[in-house]
C-alpha cells in the first residue's frame, strides 16, 4: 500500500539500546539540536506575539503553532544535511531508530507544541466539528472564518515559499508512496479509524486537567504512527497532511491529486464525527480554546441579561406607589 520504512537497500534499522555507530549518534544530535530550535522558536517567537493587541496576538500565535507543526512534521528522508538540521527529525529518527524512535520524536515534539502553543494551533478536525455544533450563533464561525483559516492559509503559503527558496522539495520516499495514488479500502478505513480513535482518547480529558498535554501527545504519536506505518502517511490531522504534500507538487502530477487530497482530508473528519454520535455519554470534556472563548462570552451575555433584568426589577419596585397607613 505504503512505503513502509524510510531505510533503503540493506540498511537495518538501529534500536534506542544501541547508540555506539556514528550514524545513530548523529541522528540523536540532529534530534536535540533540531527539538532546541523549535523551543526557542516557539518561546521567542510567542513573546513578541504577546506585544501586539489581542487580535494581532490571536492570529500570530496561530501562525506561529502551525509553523512549528510543519517543521516537526517536515519530511526530507533520512540524509543528515544541514537542510535536516533546520527543518526535519522525526523520519530520521524513523530511518535509524525505526518505529519506536518515530513514536518517540512524535510523542515528544507534540507534547512541546501542546505545552508551548497554549491551545493554539488545534487540529481542524476538532474545530470543524465545534463549528458544526455551533450554527446558532455565528460568532464561534467569525473565529474560524476571520482569525483561524486566514493564519492556517498564511502558514502554508509562508511553508511552501520556505521549501521551494532553499530548494527542499521532497521527493523520496514520501511522494513516491502510494499517498497520492488510486485510494484504496485501506486508505479509507485507516484515515476514518484514526479521526474515530483520536475523539475516543480526547473527549475523556478536559483542556485543563493536569495530565491533558501528556495524553494528547501519546494517542497522537500512536496514531500517527500506526497510519505511517499502515498508509505511509500520518492521518487524522489534515492540517499536517496538507503541509506534508506540499512538498511533492513539483515531482507528482497535480492532475493525480483531487481524489486522494479529499479522501485525506475528509475521512479523519467523518470518523471523529462518528465516534461523537455513537459516544454520546459520558459528554465529551474536550474542547478547544476557541470553544471555551466562546461559552464564556455566552455566559458573560447571560449574566449581564440577568443583571440587568434584576436591576430593572429593583427599579420598578422602588417606583411602586406604597401605602403608608
Avoid at 44 to 67: H, Q, T, V, Y
Wanted: with cysteine; hydrophobic share 45%.
Amino acid at each position: 500500500m505504503a512505503t513502509r520504512h524510510l531505510i533503503k537497500g540493506n540498511e537495518k534499522a538501529i534500536h534506542f539500546t544501541d547508540l555506539a555507530t556514528i550514524e545513530s549518534n548523529k541522528a540523536f544530535s540532529t534530534f536535540a539540536l533540531h527539538t532546541t530550535v523549535v523551543i526557542v522558536f516557539l518561546f521567542g517567537s510567542r513573546k513578541l506575539a504577546s506585544w501586539f493587541r489581542p487580535s494581532i496576538c490571536d492570529f500570530l500565535n496561530e501562525f506561529i503553532a502551525m509553523l512549528a507543526y510543519c517543521a516537526c512534521f517536515y519530511s526530507q528522508g533520512s540524509s543528515l544535511s544541514l537542510k535536516m538540521y533546520l527543518f526535519k527529525i522525526s523520519d530520521v529518527m524513523l530511518a535509524h531508530f525505526g518505529y519506536t524512535g518515530l513514536f518517540f520524536a512524535i510523542f515528544l515534539h507534540m507534547y512541546i507544541c501542546h505545552s508551548l502553543n497554549e491551545g493554539h494551533g488545534e487540529n481542524m478536525v476538532i474545530l470543524m466539528d465545534e463549528g458544526l455544533k455551533n450554527t446558532e450563533n455565528d460568532r464561534y464561525s467569525s473565529y474560524l472564518v476571520s482569525l483561524i483559516v486566514p493564519a492556517h492559509t498564511a502558514t502554508l503559503i509562508v511553508y511552501f515559499l520556505l521549501l521551494n527558496l532553499f530548494d527542499m522539495i521532497p521527493t523520496q520516499p514520501f511522494c513516491e508512496n502510494s499517498v497520492l495514488e488510486p485510494i484504496v479500502i485501506v486508505v479509507i478505513v485507516c484515515g476514518f479509524f484514526c479521526g474515530a480513535v483520536l475523539h475516543a482518547v480526547l473527549r475523556r480529558f478536559h483542556r485543563d486537567d493536569k495530565y491533558h498535554d501528556v495524553v494528547s501527545a501519546l494517542i497522537y504519536a500512536a496514531v500517527f504512527t500506526f497510519s505511517h506505518a499502515v498508509i505511509g502517511i500520518y492521518a487524522a490531522h489534515p492540517f499536517i497532511t496538507l503541509s506534508r504534500l506540499l512538498g511533492c507538487m513539483k515531482s507528482i502530477n497535480i492532475n493525480s491529486w483531487p481524489i486522494p487530497f479529499i479522501i485525506h482530508m475528509t475521512l479523519p473528519f467523518l470518523g471523529w464525527i462518528f465516534a461523537s454520535k455513537m459516544l454520546r455519554t459520558p459528554p465529551s470534556k474536550y474542547e478547544s480554546i476557541w470553544q471555551q472563548r466562546y461559552d464564556e462570552e455566552l455566559e458573560d451575555e447571560l449574566n449581564e441579561r440577568i443583571d440587568l433584568q434584576q436591576e430593572q426589577w429593583n427599579h420598578g419596585y422602588n417606583l411602586r406607589p406604597r401605602n403608608n397607613r
